[in-house]
C-alpha cells in the first residue's frame, strides 16, 4: 500500500517506512542508541531528498528520546545540571549545524558532505568499539579483569569556570561539556542524528563521568538539542514531512520494544560487537559510494527560490 | 495605387479567411484537474478530439496531430561530478532559469518525418527544442564562468537525460491514434513525481509538414485533501508546523513509555 508523503512530494511504500523503523527501532531498543545514524542513509537510499531526511529523522529522534528519557528518570539515572549544561552547547550547535545546511545545500554539496561526514564517523567510532569489545571478550575468556582506568588529572582540570556537578560526582570546567554539546549539536542538525553514540563516549572518556548516569543525560539532552532541530528544519527548509515521521515513529516504538527484550537476552560484550560491525558496515557502504564513479556525472536539482 | 492596395487587401483578407476555413480542431480532456491525494500514484489523462474538415475537397493524407502536454516552469541546477582527491566532488554548475518540470509529447507519427526540424524548432515542439532561457555557468567555488557551447550543450543534454530518466520527460511517437478520417486520442502519462501547478495541453494539426491549427487547454495538478492542509501548514506557518510535529512525537514517545511502563 503506498502512501504520497506531502513535503517529501513522493510515494512510499507504508509497509517499507514501517518495517525500517520497526527494524532501526529493534537495533535502537536492543542495543541502547537513537537509530539516527541507521535511519537517515536509509531514507536517502528510498530517494527521500537530503533536508528532508535529516529534518524528519530529527522529529522521530524526539519520540525515541522521550521515551529513553522517562525511563532514566524514573530510575534517577539523569544529571540534570550536566545535562543543563551540554543542552546549553548542543542548542547553540544545532543552530550553526542548519545554517550549515542550508549554505551547503545552496552550493549543492549537501549529500558529499554527509556522506563524509557520516563515514568518518561510522568508521572511526565502529572501529574503536570493536577493538574494545574484542578486548572485552578476550579479558573475559581469559579470566582477566579489565583494566580500572586510572582517576588522574587530565588537562581538563586546569580549565577555568569550575561548576560542580553533584549528580555525576565532579569538580570541573563547564567548557569541555559546552564543546562538546556544541560539537554534536552542530552534527545532529547535519546528520540527522541524536548524537548519543558520540556524546557518550565523550562523557565517559573526555568528561568522566560515572557511566550510571551518561545515557539518561545524554537521553535528556538529545531530547531538547533534537526537538529544537526539528523545529529550525521545518522553519528554515520546511523539510519535515509529517506523515514520513509518524509511520517512523509508530514502527520505531514497535521495534524498540523487542529490541529492549532481545537484548537482555544476549551478553552485553557481543552486542558492542554486533553494533560496531553494523557501524563499520555503513561506513564502508556509503564510503565505497563516495569512491566508485556515479553512473550519471550529471544531477539535476530544482533550484530553492530564496525568500 | 490606391486600386493596388485595395486588392491587396482584398487578397489578404482572402487569404486569412480561407485559412480560417482550413480543417480545423476540436479536444478535450479527461480531466483538467489532477488532486494530488494521499493514494496518489500517478494517474494518466487522455485527450480526445476531432478534425473538423472545412474546406469540401481536402484530404485526411499527410495529416498529422501532435500533443505536447508541459508542466510548470522553473529554475533548475545541472551539476557535473569530478573526482577531487578520490572522490566525487559536485564541481561545475549550470542553472537554467525557465525548465519545465514536466513534458510529454505524443504524434501520429515519429516527429522526424512529421514536420521538418526547422517548424519544429521555430515553434518549440519536442524535448530537443525546449527553451529554458539563458544559462548561468558556475564554478566550484561560486564563480561564474563561461563554458564553450560543446560543454553547455552536455549539461542541457543530461538534464533531458535526468528528466526522461525520472519519467519526466517523454516522447510517445505513434501515441496519437486515428479512429477513422477524423476522430483521435492520446493517453499520457502523469507519473508520481511530478511537480504540481499549471499544466498545458496542446494540441497540433497539421497538414503537409505545417502547422494549420492549434488548441491549448490548461490543466491543474494540485495537492487535495490533508496532503494540501500539511503542505500548505509547512510552507505558510512553518514555526506552528514544527511545534505541532515535535509535540505530536514527545507525545508518542510518551505514550510509549506509558505502555511500556504498564507491563
Not at chain 1, 33 to 54: D, E, K, S, W, Y
Not at chain 2, 44 to 65: H, K, M, W, Y
Not at chain 2, 229 to 238: E, F, K, V
Request: with cysteine; charged share 15%.
Amino acid at each position: 500500500m503506498q502512501i504520497y508523503l506531502p513535503i517529501a512530494e513522493l510515494p512510499v511504500s507504508i509497509l517499507t517506512i514501517l518495517a525500517m523503523g520497526a527494524a532501526v527501532g529493534f537495533l535502537s531498543g536492543m542495543f541502547g542508541i537513537g537509530g539516527g545514524f541507521l535511519m537517515t542513509p536509509l531514507l536517502i537510499f528510498l530517494g527521500i531528498p537530503p533536508a528532508v531526511a535529516v529534518g524528519t529523522q530529527a522529529t522521530q529522534i524526539v519520540a525515541s528520546s522521550v521515551t529513553g528519557a522517562l525511563a532514566h528518570l524514573a530510575r534517577d539515572s539523569i544529571d540534570f545540571k550536566m545535562g543543563g549544561v551540554l543542552l546549553g552547547g548542543g542548542m547553540l550547535g544545532s543552530l550553526s549545524g542548519i545554517y550549515i545546511f542550508k549554505l551547503l545545500t545552496n552550493i549543492g554539496q549537501i549529500d558529499l558532505t554527509i556522506s563524509v561526514v557520516y563515514v568518518l564517523f561510522l568508521s572511526v567510532i565502529g572501529a574503536m568499539m570493536m577493538v574494545e569489545s574484542v578486548q572485552a571478550i578476550r579479558a573475559a575468556r581469559g579470566g582477566a579483569t579489565p583494566k580500572k582506568r586510572s582517576g588522574h588529572h587530565s588537562w581538563i582540570h586546569g580549565l577555568p569556570l569550575k561548576m560542580r556537578f553533584r549528580r555525576s560526582k565532579l569538580y570541573i570546567s563547564v567548557i569541555p561539556p559546552i564543546l562538546i554539546g556544541y560539537f554534536v549539536g552542530t552534527l545532529s542538525a547535519i546528520m540527522g542524528v541524536g548524537g548519543g553514540f558520540i556524546l557518550i563516549p565523550a562523557m565517559i572518556y573526555i568528561l568522566r563521568m560515572p557511566t550510571n548516569v551518561v545515557i539518561g543525560t545524554s537521553f535528556f539532552q538529545i531530547v531538547f538539542v533534537a526537538a529544537l532541530t526539528a523545529v529550525m528544519h521545518a522553519v528554515e527548509n520546511q523539510a519535515v514531512d509529517i506523515v514520513l515521521a509518524f509511520l517512523l515513529v509508530i514502527g520505531g516504538v514497535v521495534g524498540a520494544q523487542y529490541g529492549v527484550r532481545a537484548a537482555e537476552k544476549l551478553p552485553a560484550e557481543q552486542l558492542r560487537a554486533l553494533l560496531a560491525a553494523l557501524l563499520l558496515l555503513i561506513g564502508l557502504r556509503l564510503g565505497y559510494e563516495l569512491i566508485s564513479p556515479p553512473e550519471d556525472l550529471y544531477s539535476i536539482t530544482e533550484v530553492q527560490v530564496m525568500k | 495605387m490606391r486600386w493596388g492596395a485595395a486588392l491587396s487587401l482584398f487578397l489578404l483578407v482572402c487569404a486569412v479567411t480561407t485559412s480560417a476555413r482550413a480543417d480545423q480542431l476540436v479536444t478535450d480532456l479527461s480531466e483538467y484537474q489532477i488532486a494530488i491525494r494521499s493514494n496518489f500514484t500517478g494517474t494518466q489523462i487522455l485527450l480526445f478530439g476531432a478534425v473538423e474538415a472545412r474546406t469540401p475537397g481536402s484530404r485526411a493524407i499527410n495529416r498529422d496531430v501532435i500533443v505536447v502536454v508541459q508542466g510548470p516552469v522553473r529554475p533548475m541546477t545541472v551539476r557535473k561530478k569530478e573526482p577531487v582527491g578520490g572522490i566525487w566532488v559536485n564541481h561545475d554548475s549550470v542553472t537554467y532559469p525557465s525548465v519545465p518540470g514536466y513534458y510529454a509529447i505524443a504524434s501520429t507519427r515519429p516527429l522526424e518525418v512529421t514536420a521538418p526540424h526547422e517548424t519544429l524548432k521555430a515553434l518549440r515542439i519536442g524535448i530537443e527544442n525546449i527553451s529554458p532561457g539563458t544559462p548561468v555557468a558556475e564554478s566550484i567555488d561560486g564563480t561564474i564562468q563561461i563554458l564553450p557551447p560543446e560543454e553547455e550543450t552536455a549539461f542541457w543534454k543530461a538534464l533531458i537525460r535526468n528528466q526522461r530518466r525520472d519519467g519526466l520527460y517523454f516522447n510517445l511517437p505513434g501515441g496519437v491514434t486515428f479512429l477513422g478520417q477524423t476522430l483521435f486520442r492520446a493517453t499520457v502519462d502523469i507519473p508520481a513525481n511530478v511537480p504540481v501547478g499549471l499544466y498545458t495541453a496542446k494540441v497540433y494539426l497539421l497538414q503537409e509538414g505545417q502547422v494549420i491549427d492549434t488548441i491549448s487547454s490548461p490543466l491543474y495538478i494540485d495537492k487535495r485533501g490533508l496532503e494540501r492542509l500539511i503542505y500548505r501548514m509547512a510552507h505558510s506557518d512553518p514555526l506552528l508546523y514544527g511545534l505541532v510535529a515535535v509535540l505530536v512525537a514527545a507525545f508518542a514517545g510518551w505514550l510509549a513509555s506509558a505502555i511500556m511502563g504498564r507491563r
